[in-house]
């Protein structure tokens, strides 16, 4: 099987499992293509963009690899794109070749469906609607809203796929940590207004009337950032609340390796929020938005995680509040945390099933049925 996976840039995001995926099926026989140039912002987040195995294509960067890329696009035997190359997609379908469309919710809300009031886009998505008819295109919804939102344009019938991101798993996993000191909280990530750190705030400074020595740790820069700030002298927390800058990725997950709990507050315009696979991974509790949609996929609350209402701060002050009194339920939580993602959402995982099920499709033989994870069948 010789297989193309396409993305937008080279980034941690889609690095683990690509490198599953090559070392499946050998250099020879699989090529990562990103269609653009880093972006500058997240090169200043500290997003490493320098990898050079031999199966990456810079397609964004230089002419050569753009022509290895089409040709890849039209004779590799499996396409996996996060790319709407609606035309190109066009394409291979003609010729009956399988192809992959893996994209998040398209219907992030302030906006929803009202984006098809743009001609252009509604031109795309009439086209993107013909080409599902197609029994070689399937669909890769990523993140727990974006199947729902995906068959309200398209239904893809038994052609779409639940998938998602994977982050490089630690080996071995982190043991979880003691709990020597009062509790440590984590946030990382662009300080946009979407991602609603202000909630997470005001739900610390509610811990603090029951936990006074808690400490909460900001990373990221953006424009919400002094905004924050100033909230945090408003409620008289500003001891209590470090702020840093945007650091490296690992340099992140050290510091959730020193936390006890990570907190994903993130509205439903949070398609995904791979931080929540970062923090499981290194052993934290984790407590989350519902409307992410890492959260939807792959938090039960109570089991693995703590699930609250976007933008309910004193729901989430609540379980901030349990989970500094219930060391237990916090280590429980911390260690079913990890085995959800060394078990059901890895890389390893996600790319052997990703290659059982094209190899199926392809060969004609009967698909497997996975109950949960990756590739389990949306709806399923």
Request: glycine content about 8%; hydrophobic content about 40%.
């Amino acid at each position: 099987m010789r297989l193309l996976y396409v993305t937008n840039i080279v980034s941690h995001l889609q690095l683990p499992v690509a490198r599953c995926l090559a070392a499946s099926l050998g250099e020879g026989n699989f090529r990562f293509a990103a269609v653009e140039p880093p972006i500058a912002e997240r090169v200043k987040l500290g997003w490493d963009m320098q990898d050079s195995e031999p199966w990456i294509l810079r397609a964004g960067e230089n002419e050569a690899d753009r022509s290895e890329f089409e040709q890849w696009w039209d004779e590799a035997d499996v396409v996996l794109s996060g790319e709407r190359r609606v035309a190109r997609f066009a394409d291979r379908l003609r010729g009956g070749k399988l192809s992959f469309y893996m994209s998040e919710r398209w219907w992030k809300p302030p906006f929803g469906m009202a984006r098809l009031l743009h001609p252009r886009f509604a031109r795309m998505a009439c086209r993107f609607r013909q080409l599902a008819q197609s029994s070689s295109f399937h669909s890769l919804p990523m993140g727990g809203y974006a199947a729902a939102d995906m068959r309200r344009l398209a239904s893809f019938p038994g052609r779409m796929w639940d998938w998602g991101y994977f982050t490089a798993v630690p080996e071995p996993l982190p043991p979880g940590i003691e709990r020597d000191g009062p509790l440590r909280i984590l946030w990382a990530g662009r300080m946009l207004s979407w991602k609603r750190v202000a909630t997470l705030v005001r739900a610390f400074a509610g811990l603090l009337r029951q936990a006074p020595q808690a400490r909460l740790t900001l990373i990221g820069d953006g424009p919400c950032r002094e905004q924050l700030k100033r909230l945090t002298e408003k409620l008289g927390i500003t001891s209590n609340v470090d702020f840093h800058s945007s650091m490296p990725v690992l340099q992140v997950r050290q510091q959730m390796r020193q936390a006890h709990v990570y907190v994903l507050p993130s509205s439903a315009y949070e398609g995904w929020g791979v931080v929540l696979n970062e923090a499981m991974s290194e052993g934290c509790a984790v407590v989350a938005s519902e409307g992410a949609g890492s959260a939807k996929t792959m938090l039960r609350h109570g089991e693995n995680g703590l699930l609250f209402k976007s933008g309910d701060h004193q729901q989430l002050a609540g379980w901030l509040i349990q989970l500094n009194a219930d060391e237990p339920l916090r280590r429980r939580l911390a260690g079913a945390g990890q085995r959800t993602i060394s078990e059901a959402w890895s890389p390893s995982l996600a790319a052997e099933r990703f290659l059982a099920v094209s190899d199926a499709l392809l060969s004609k033989r009967q698909v497997p049925d996975y109950r949960e994870g990756p590739m389990r069948r949306s709806g399923g």
